[in-house]
């Protein structure tokens, strides 16, 4: 099993900056992939990044593509989500999750969440 808790959230104006960061205990060498999703109000929870835990290879859905930054310390034991440029369509509260296998974009592909931190991003 894996224990993921996200902490970084807050409110912010458009154009600013929050580094989110989620600490991964538990047994973090079956880890496959790490990814970072969010749901906003009345919407459904969307994958917005993942890092492959081996070669660090990541990918980000188009929406943050060149202002959201996904990273791993060397130990493994967190996972930090960079987000600049951040417009008011970012709100949301934000999940980390792990997934064991095949590292998909689907919610259903990871197997452990952490309890998601809210980011607010005002205009």
């Known amino acids: 099993q894996v224990q993921l808790v996200e902490s970084g959230g807050g409110s912010v104006q458009a154009g600013g900056s929050l580094r989110l960061s989620c600490a991964v205990s538990?047994?973090?060498?079956?880890?496959?992939?790490m990814g970072w999703f969010r749901q906003g109000p009345g919407k459904e929870r969307e994958w917005v990044a993942r890092?492959?835990?081996?070669?660090?290879?990541?990918y980000y859905s188009d929406s943050v593509k060149g202002r959201f930054f996904i990273s791993q310390d060397n130990a493994k034991t967190t996972t930090y989500l960079q987000m600049n440029s951040l417009k008011p369509d970012d709100t949301a509260m934000y999940y980390c999750?792990?997934?064991?296998?095949?590292?998909?974009?689907?919610?259903?592909?990871?197997?452990?969440w952490g309890q998601g931190t809210q980011v607010t991003v005002s205009s």
């Open positions: 890092i492959f835990a081996g070669s660090g290879r990541t």
């Open positions: 538990g047994d973090k060498e079956k880890v496959n992939c």
């Open positions: 999750a792990a997934d064991f296998d095949f590292c998909f974009t689907t919610v259903g592909s990871y197997d452990y």
